[in-house]
């Protein structure tokens, strides 16, 4: 019995040390090919002074992003020579219609505040920079309720004029309900409805959506394919290239507390590894605890110092010590059973 139960073990470490492996070669191939092009998120956006002032409060760390810090960043990409470019140029490149810039970056926002449109538009037309905002429809959604107290929906003249200058203006579904919770018929009026009152507002296609919260599933996946959506991003993080599955496009997280050397840092390939492997876990925390299960455990992490460390990369180099340590536990359990018995 011993026996078998050493053997378990040791298949057991060396299971987990091949997908270690495995999962770390695919993610360097992924995050360093030279066609990489990240796409970055944003959700809120909020006055620095104002913080400062003690006007606003309560802004959280994930969500929310200062106006100060968002014009140094975009200024970085200017500097830097990046250029922005819209999902449909991203597209045309994956079908081979279209080169991009050196340095490509895609500028996204996901549920349509009306920060969007009083920090960080005027901040977008100051660098001549494209972007996309992912807006929920319904502005009695469970989500814009939750903020309130601290953003508002942006109004339809809103969406029209930064539609016209430009910005692309997307779906984020009807409600910003849990998709993956839903049936069936209330998930395709959730991606058909929306898309319809969006097009019918803006008079243009509506060809993209991020699904909310992430609550992404196969089913999920193929309604949007079914609701003719080209393309989607859900909760992964990373980059994307050539070659990524365009129902399943990757992004990086941009939080409050970012300083410039967290933003420059989180578009590095390394950092990027970093975050399709916490990614990895958020999906397997996904299928263990849900959508609202998940969402609740992200508010836990991200109040907390460990959490913000999380989002801005700072834990990458611990990755490798982590699981180096718990293979030495395992092989150290295998050795005391065997001594133990034998």
Not at 196 to 221: C, D, H, M, Q, T
Not at 278 to 290: I, P, R, Y
Request: glycine share 6%; net charge neutral; charged share 20%.
């Amino acid at each position: 019995m011993v026996p078998h139960l050493a053997l378990g073990v040791a298949v057991l470490i060396g299971g987990v040390g091949l997908f270690l492996i495995g999962f770390a070669v695919h993610a360097i191939l992924q995050e360093y090919r030279k066609d990489r092009v990240p796409a970055v998120l944003y959700h809120h956006f909020v006055s620095k002074q104002k913080i400062d002032e003690g006007e606003v409060s309560n802004c959280d760390p994930v969500y929310f992003c200062y106006d100060t810090a968002f014009d140094e960043q975009l200024n970085y990409l200017h500097q830097e020579g990046y250029t922005t470019i819209s999902l449909n140029e991203f597209l045309a490149f994956q079908d081979g219609q279209k080169t991009l810039p050196a340095k490509p970056i895609i500028l996204t926002f996901d549920d349509g505040f009306m920060s969007n449109y009083l920090y960080a538009f005027p901040i977008l037309k100051k660098y001549g920079m494209k972007a996309t905002i992912f807006a929920t429809v319904e502005q009695d959604s469970r989500n814009f309720k939750k903020y309130a107290a601290v953003d508002v929906p942006l109004t339809r003249d809103q969406m029209i004029e930064m539609s016209e200058y430009g910005i692309s203006i997307e779906s984020h579904s009807m409600t910003h309900r849990y998709l993956s919770d839903l049936e069936p018929e209330v998930v395709r009026w959730e991606l058909e409805e929306s898309r319809r009152l969006l097009e019918n507002l803006l008079r243009r296609p509506v060809r993209f959506i991020a699904i909310p919260s992430g609550a992404y599933s196969r089913a999920v996946k193929r309604a949007v394919k079914e609701a003719g959506y080209y393309a989607a991003f859900c909760m992964s993080k990373g980059t994307n290239n050539r070659k990524s599955d365009r129902h399943a496009l990757r992004r990086l997280v941009i939080g409050r507390d970012f300083s410039l050397e967290d933003f420059r840092r989180v578009l590095e390939p390394a950092t990027a590894c970093y975050l399709r492997f916490t990614s990895s876990l958020q999906t397997a925390l996904l299928f263990l605890l849900g959508p609202s299960g998940l969402d609740a455990f992200r508010k836990v992490l991200y109040g907390s110092r460990l959490g913000t460390s999380v989002i801005r990369g700072q834990l990458w180099h611990l990755v490798p010590g982590l699981v180096v340590a718990v293979l030495l536990m395992l092989a150290l359990g295998v050795v005391v059973v065997w001594q133990e018995n034998f």
